[in-house]
T-cell receptor, first 111, second 115 residues
Framework: GNSVTQMEGPVTLSEEAFLTINCTYT??????LFWYVQYPGEGLQLLLK?????DKGSNKGFEATYRKETTSFHLEKGSVQVSDSAVYFC??????????FGSGTKLNVKP | DGGITQSPKYLFRKEGQNVTLSCEQN?????MYWYRQDPGQGLRLIYY???????QKGDIAEGYSVSREKKESFPLTVTSAQKNPTAFYLC??????????????FGPGTRLTVL
């Protein structure tokens, strides 16, 4: 079956620190992979995506590389800001247009 | 601007009452979804529809019902049979082009509280 596993939070960092949020997946076929961000009281916003192995998605300083050999899609950012504080969700899209989400990782960035 | 709208943003309901949450999209997407999110948790799929007049149950469909009479609209009814309906409800849509690259876009959500 299909599933996504994310590291548990919360993750607390100081401003300008390096961020990694781990995400691994189980899937049949060739899924597309996504990172979404959710700010308090809002819906999810697409952060970045990758549609095939070795693709790198990037946006607003965040990056993630689709690693088929390790079934991973870890989110990274070189220097976080207070405004990056949010909940981050890893997700995959199966061959049947069904989406599977991880449980979310809360990021707190302190000034 | 293209997007997904959900209304109302906050909804209060007495126990035993049915309530309908609205979801409208002007993205010309074929597929639409309803998720439930509980505090500190991920998303759970309630129902989804890949085409007008057709929909499928997700992982937690009991106590909920939907309709898809128009491509743009996918309302969700929370019935009195839903034992614990207080939650944040998110509607989403995607193109379903069959290419395998479609992205899911989300509305701003409706927070339902049962009094």
């Amino acid at each position: 079956g299909n599933s996504v596993t994310q590291m548990e939070g919360p993750v607390t960092l100081s401003e300008e620190a390096f961020l990694t949020i781990n995400c691994t997946y189980t899937a049949t076929g060739y899924p597309s992979l996504f990172w979404y961000v959710q700010y308090p009281g809002e819906g999810l916003q697409l952060l970045l995506k990758a549609t095939k192995a070795d693709d790198k998605g990037s946006n607003k300083g965040f990056e993630a590389t689709y690693r088929k050999e390790t079934t991973s899609f870890h989110l990274e950012k070189g220097s976080v800001q207070v405004s990056d504080s949010a909940v981050y969700f890893c997700a995959l899209r199966s061959n049947f247009n069904k989406f599977y989400f991880g449980s979310g990782t809360k990021l707190n960035v302190k000034p | 601007d293209g997007g997904i709208t959900q209304s109302p943003k906050y909804l209060f309901r007495k126990e035993g009452q049915n309530v309908t949450l609205s979801c409208e999209q002007n993205l010309n997407h074929d597929a639409m979804y309803w998720y439930r999110q509980d505090p500190g948790q991920g998303l759970r799929l309630i129902y989804y529809s890949q085409i007008v007049n057709d929909f499928q149950k997700g992982d937690i469909a009991e106590g909920y019902s939907v309709s898809r009479e128009k491509k743009e609209s996918f309302p969700l009814t929370v019935t009195s049979a839903q034992k614990n309906p207080t939650a944040f409800y998110l509607c989403a849509s995607s193109r379903d082009s069959g290419s395998g690259t479609d992205t899911q876009y989300f509305g701003p959500g409706t927070r339902l509280t049962v009094l």
